[in-house]
Structures are given as C-alpha cells and as structure tokens.
C-alpha cells in the first residue's frame, strides 16, 4: 500500500494562529493557512474532541486556499481541555460564526470527517448562505443507531477489543457501556476518569484503520478530549432531534457536496454515508473499496484531495 502523505500537499506552517473567548469558560484555539487571497476553506475536526494535528492542514492546495482551522471547545488546544459545560452542537456553531466574522470571510467551502461530518451538516443547516459546499468524510448523522453501533457494534468484527473494553466495567454495568463509561468518565476523581478515558480512547483508535497499525503512544490530551467529549455528545444523542441532520439535508441540498466514505469503515459504517446521499440527489458519494474510517488511508486521502482540486477547478464535484 502506498504512503498516504504523497497524496497530500506538502507540509505548510500557519500564516497565523491565536485564541478567541467564546463565552466565560471556554477559549478556542485557530489556525490560518494558505492564501489570504484564496478560497475559503473552513475544516471541522472530529471526535468530537480529537483536535486539529498539521497533516490537516495538507489537503489543501496553499497556493489557492485560505483553510481555517481550530480546536472546538474542550479539545486539543483549546482550553479548559474536556470541559463539557457550555459544550454543544448549537454552541459550535456559534463558534464557527463567531471566527467567520473575525475573518471577514463571506461564504466557505466547509470541510469535515466523522464527527467533523456532522457539525458540517449541522453548520451548514443552520447557515446555509455561508456555504459554498461540502467535502465529507466518514458520515456519522449521530443517531441513537449509530452510537448503538459505535458502543456495541464492535463485536461483530473486534470481538477481541469489545470484550476488553467491556471487562473495564463491573459485569452487571455491560449491558449499557455508554452509561457505564458516560458515568466513570464524568467522574470528578482522577483515579476514576483517567482508566476511563484512556480506555475509550484506545477502544476507538484500534478500529480506525482497515488494516492494524501500531499502537500510538498515550497521548493525555488527545485521551481527555476524545473521552469526554465522545461520551458527553453521545450520551445527548449530539443534541440533535431524531434523524435532524437528514431530515433538514433540504437546506443544503442546492449545494455541491462529495461524500469520501470508506466501504469498511466498522467507526461510520456506510449505510449513513449512503442514506445522506440518498436523501441529497446533487451530492457524489466516492466509496473507497480498500479503506476503513481514517483519513490518513491511502485511498481517503487521495480521494480528499482529488476532491478539494476539483472544487478548486470548477467550483463542484462531478
């Protein structure tokens, strides 16, 4: 297989970056990358929690994008890190509007993978006059079925790494891990939380990639955020009503959107990805037959980036 890097472009070093205060609590951390003059991009992480790394910033060519980048509350640099009161998806997206104004920035092409994916849709539902379009990856429309899937689901192709993640808990607690994790997670001691989180942690990161990769190092701040924040949206069901995200596609649906999906993504299986595109008649769904959930894979990368080029050419996805 080859490396996914040589898909992407070169690394880029920030034109800028700073923090905003988005309320009494929380402060955000941002980035600018590529032409001022350019495109813009903006690019929604996932999680949520995970953060922004650098070889975000390369799916983007710099020569003829403005990317926009940042930790969403409680995640990466962002501060309080795993804060999660005065976090949700209506307050993101408050955010998002928040750091569109500070850039002066009319309308962008909006970007984002996983969980990423639905703050997109939900951003671009609730303002779709700023779009120009959307570059979606690993569809997760955070339904109770889906997290159903995320917790449980496992099973059925890592019964190993299930049944590790589930033995973490008391026996009588396993037929709800979500509430049983939700409960350890919260917790205000650390000799409770921190098992918890990196246990959630690593149970996600094992099932990324299609094919097994080595063990990342812990790494605390990606474990807090990625607990926390996963658990708290999840136990809220994303603080979305039933099925919003698909339900309101009507919204968005006279823009150009292309949906990168994985065939055996086991985080985001399919079947969402193909219920959005369904429902979005003018949308292009790319499934990516030798690739799991991770955008670092070979064929998601190639894929983005093809994607990204396209919009740069001519302003759609064929």
């Known amino acids: ?90 307050l993101l997206i408050e955010d998002i509007e928040r750091l569109r104004a500070m850039f002066g920035i009319e309308q962008w092409l909006v970007f984002g993978g996983s969980w990423g994916s639905t703050l997109a849709l939900a951003y671009g539902q609730a303002h779709p006059e700023r779009c120009l379009g959307f570059v979606l990856r690993g569809i997760f429309l955070c339904t109770a079925l889906e997290i159903d899937w995320f917790m ?49 942690s690593r149970f996600e990161g094992r099932r990324v990639f299609l094919m097994p990769q080595p063990e990342e190092p812990a790494c605390d701040t990606v474990d807090l955020g990625l607990g926390r924040l996963e658990a708290h949206y999840m136990a809220n069901l994303g603080f979305f009503e039933d099925d919003q995200l698909l339900r309101d ?6 823009l150009p959107a292309v949906i990168v999906q994985g065939r055996y993504d086991v985080i985001c299986p399919p079947f969402s990805a193909w219920r959005l595109h369904k429902r979005w008649p003018g949308s292009k769904v790319v499934m990516v037959p030798d690739a799991g959930h991770a955008a670092m894979e070979t064929g998601i990368s190639r894929e983005l980036v093809a994607a990204t080029e396209q919009f740069r050419r001519q302003g759609r996805f064929g």
């Open 249 to 254: 596609v009507d919204r968005i649906a006279h």
């Open 1 to 90: 297989m080859s490396d996914p890097s040589s898909y992407l472009f070169p690394p880029v070093t920030p034109l800028q970056s700073g923090t905003l205060a988005v309320d009494e609590l929380h402060t955000i951390y941002w980035e600018e990358v590529g032409n001022p003059q350019g495109i813009p991009v903006l690019f929604l992480h996932g999680g949520p929690g995970a953060g922004i790394s650098p070889q975000h910033r390369r799916f983007f060519d710099p020569r003829h994008y403005r990317v926009i980048l940042f930790d969403q509350r409680g995640a990466g640099k962002s501060r309080p890190l795993g804060e999660t009161r005065n976090n949700t998806t209506q």
């Open 152 to 200: 449980d689901g496992a099973q059925w192709f890592h019964p190993e790494i299930h049944e590790e993640f589930a033995q973490a808990v008391p026996y009588e607690e396993r037929g709800d891990l979500l509430q049983a994790y939700y409960k350890r997670i919260m917790d205000p001691d650390p000799e409770v939380y921190w098992p918890a989180v990196r246990a959630w």
